[in-house]
């Protein structure tokens, strides 16, 4: 069984940047496709972005390319979410899910994904 837990969610004033963590144990995430989604109240869980296991493939939403950045951290055994020009839309919780033989056309589903952390909210206001 995988856990995984984030941390790093705050308070960001626009154009900030901010840099969100998910620890896993139970699975090295190496050998895992783990990818961050959020959800702000009233709205529908959305896709952010994905690091797909072994190959290390990324994926991001049309919203966040080029302003956040995914990575894995293997001596933490974690997966980063650094985002960048935060932008008060990017408010939400975010949640770290995890998976495994995941096809890339459901990369960006969150049905596809087995496992979830808590969430962390992440505010951008001023």
Known sequence: QV???????GLVQPGGSLRLSCAATGRTVSSTTVGW????????????ATIKRYGSSTYYAEAVKGRFTISRDNAKNSVDL??????????AVYYCAAGVGIITSSLR?????????????????S
């Open 3 to 9: 856990h995984l837990v984030e941390s790093g969610g």
């Open 37 to 48: 989604f959020r959800q702000a109240p009233g709205k529908e869980r959305e896709f952010v």
């Open 82 to 91: 650094q985002m960048n020009s935060l932008k008060p839309e990017d408010s």
């Open 109 to 125: 589903n969150d049905a596809a994904y087995d496992y979830w952390g808590q969430g962390t909210q992440v505010t951008v206001s």
